[in-house]
Structure formats: C-alpha cells, structure tokens
T-cell receptor, first 111, second 120 residues
Framework: EDKVVQSPLSLVVHEGDTVTLNCSYE??????LLWYKQEKKAPTFLFML????IEKKSGRLSSILDKKELFSILNITATQTGDSAVYLC???????????FGEGTQLTVNP | GAVVSQHPSRVICKSGTSVKIECRSL??????MFWYRQFPKQSLMLMAT?????????EQGVEKDKFLINHASLTLSTLTVTSAHPEDSSFYIC????????????????FGPGTRLTVL
C-alpha cells in the first residue's frame, strides 16, 4: 500500500524564521511528488517534482526531491504570518491520476 | 490555473436525509474527477474516482451505495451522501483533472473549495 509520511505534524515559528518541511514516501510506481498549501479551504498547488536534485523555486518557497532516499523537502525562508497553513505532500503513481496524500504539516507563523 | 467550483459550500442536515454535492470544472473539460473526504486535523482521503460516462471507482472501505457518484457530463460530477449520519460529518473536496496540463504538468488536479457537511 502506498504511504506518504510528513514531519513534523505541527510547527510553530516566528516571522522571519526559515522552516523545512519533510515528506517521505513508499510508492510502487512513482511518477511525481506534489506539494500543496491548504488554508481554510481546498489545497492550492505549489510544486510538482519528478526528477531528483532539481530544485523548484517560487519566491520564498523552494522544494527538492531525492528519489534515491524517497524523500522531499519544502523550504520556506523569511516566513510571514500569511504562510500559516497546512502543507500537504502527495505522490502520484505512473498509472492513473490518483494522488496519495500525507497527513500534512500544520505551520503556524506568529508575528 | 483552471477553476473548479463546489456547491454548496456548507450544508447542515438532519440524520437520515440525503445530501447532494456538486463539483464543476468551469473552464475546462474534466474526464476524471476525484472525491476526497477530510476529517479535522487529518489529511485528504480519496473516496472515489469519477470518470465521465462510466461507473465511479471506489476506494477500499467506502460504501458505494452510501456515497453515490454521478459524472454525467465533462464538467459536472455529483456526490450524494444517502441517509446521512453524524459520523458522515466532514469536509468533502472534489478535484478535477485537467488533461491540458499546466505548471503542475499533465494530469494536474485542481481542487474545488470544499463542502463542509454537518449532520445533526
């Protein structure tokens, strides 16, 4: 059974701190790993990673995948209160479009 | 990115009633839609995959007779929670696969805003 594990489950930081969120996975036929940000409603797409070692970057957020270690990290630098959300990691297999989600990391950024 | 809507955003109903939730892709045709359920402080759990014009594929443990899914057109899928009970109270989210691809790559899924169901 496919498995996606995120850590930590919860994280509280102060504005300006840098955070690293972790995602490990066990998938039979890995195709891609996706990161989403979920505030009060539905998840919004952040990144999709398919190749090892290539960093994806968007503003203060960046992510990288290690397919050998079956691991990905999401970095947020100079955090702001607006970064407070649940960050979800999901894995897609080669067959179909099904996503398997991790439990998420609840990030709280205090002013 | 593509837009997916859900209706209603919130519903409160009595135990034993049925509730229908609609999921629409507004600016693209979605041959595949997905229905998820999310309990408080938990992640999204896939309930079923809905393919236009064919029967939905349900995940293990999800009762197909209780959660009826209809995907009659390329822009609309509906989830009906039949004879709802308090334990069905949850946040239901749909996503639609955009076959055109985007920054998320081919087969990108776009999520609707979710429907919060409360069964009294």
């Amino acid at each position: 059974e496919d498995k996606v594990v995120q850590s930590p489950l919860s994280l509280v930081v102060h504005e300006g701190d840098t955070v690293t969120l972790n995602c490990s996975y066990e998938v039979t036929n890995f195709r891609s790993l996706l990161w989403y940000k979920q505030e009060k409603k539905a998840p919004t797409f952040l990144f999709m990673l398919t190749s090892s070692g290539i960093e994806k970057k968007s503003g203060r957020l960046s992510s990288i995948l290690d397919k050998k270690e079956l691991f990905s990290i999401l970095n947020i630098t100079a955090t702001q209160t607006g970064d407070s959300a649940v960050y979800l990691c999901a894995v897609k297999e080669t067959s179909g479009s099904r996503l398997t989600f991790g439990e998420g990391t609840q990030l709280t950024v205090n002013p | 990115g593509a837009v997916v809507s859900q209706h209603p955003s919130r519903v409160i109903c009595k135990s034993g009633t049925s509730v229908k939730i609609e999921c629409r892709s507004l600016d693209f045709q979605a041959t595949t839609m997905f229905w998820y359920r999310q309990f408080p402080k938990q992640s999204l759990m896939l309930m079923a995959t809905s393919n236009e014009g064919s029967k939905a594929t349900y995940e293990q443990g999800v009762e197909k007779d209780k959660f009826l899914i209809n995907h009659a057109s390329l822009t609309l899928s509906t989830l009906t929670v039949t004879s709802a009970h308090p334990e069905d109270s949850s946040f239901y989210i749909c996503s639609a696969r955009d076959p055109r691809g985007s920054s998320g790559g081919a087969d990108t899924q776009y999520f609707g805003p979710g429907t919060r169901l409360t069964v009294l």
